[in-house]
């Protein structure tokens, strides 16, 4: 069974550019989820969804961020413009619409912002 | 506002010693309890999936234990070895399978 697949796997930007990451979830999961994760702390959902409507969406900084999910498959995170404080591991993740089975998370994309 | 803490922030053993990692939440109102292992620069590889209703799971040299009474939750290493070198994040499942995380502990194991 393929993982999760996100890509760039790296990137490096100037403030006040734009960025944007994809993420490909297993085959069959129907939820899929994007996480920042700043070094040295846990990770920090920001937005999930099922299918391609949005579940939570709380914790998104909805001036600079955006995100969406095409066909209920791939996905794409963007940030437009970057702040310094955007500097982050950006982690997507899936998993079945099912309690019983937990997460499956992407080697992540390491955006730094200069 | 659910809220999970992990000691140690740190911790360094020498090979072959047994160790518990520990991981604490404010909530007892959750679905499952996950602990999850990272690797410098990597994402993050499930260990072990706890279900709200079980005490614990087990996976070759690891333990995971759930006392969701208390809010907590133990991983204990058997046996440690330097390929164990990792952070260790423990995450719990509430709503609508959302995952809220600790800050992980990160263990090194030294030969």
């Known amino acids: 069974e393929a993982g999760v697949a996100q890509s760039p796997r790296y990137k490096i930007i100037e403030k006040r550019q734009s960025v944007a990451f994809w993420c490909n979830p297993i085959s069959g999961h129907a939820t899929l989820y994007w996480y920042q994760q700043i070094l040295g702390q846990g990770p920090k959902l920001l937005i999930q969804f099922q299918n391609n409507g949005v579940v939570d969406d709380s914790q998104l900084p909805k001036d600079r961020f955006s995100a969406e999910r095409l066909k209920g498959v791939d996905s794409t995170l963007k940030i437009q413009p970057a702040k310094l404080e955007d500097s982050a591991v950006y982690l997507c993740?899936?998993?079945?619409?099912?309690?019983?089975?937990?997460?499956?998370f992407g080697s992540g994309t390491r955006l730094t912002v200069v | 506002k659910q809220e999970v803490t992990q000691i140690p922030a740190a911790l360094s053993v020498p090979e072959g010693e047994n160790l518990v990692l520990n991981c604490s939440f404010t909530d007892s109102a959750i679905y499952n309890l996950q602990w999850f292992r990272q690797d410098p620069g990597k994402g993050l590889t499930s260990l072990l999936l706890?279900?709200?209703?079980?005490r614990e799971q087990t996976s070759g040299r690891l333990n995971a234990s759930l006392d969701k009474s208390s809010g907590r939750s133990t991983l204990y290493i058997a046996a440690s070895q330097p390929g164990d070198s990792a952070t260790y994040l423990c995450?719990?499942?509430?709503?609508?399978?959302?995952?809220?995380f600790g800050q992980g502990t990160r263990l090194t194991i030294n030969p």
């Open positions: 995450a719990v499942g509430e709503g609508a399978q959302k995952l809220v």
């Open positions: 993740a899936s998993s079945l619409s099912n309690r019983l089975y937990g997460y499956t």
């Open positions: 706890i279900q709200s209703s079980q």
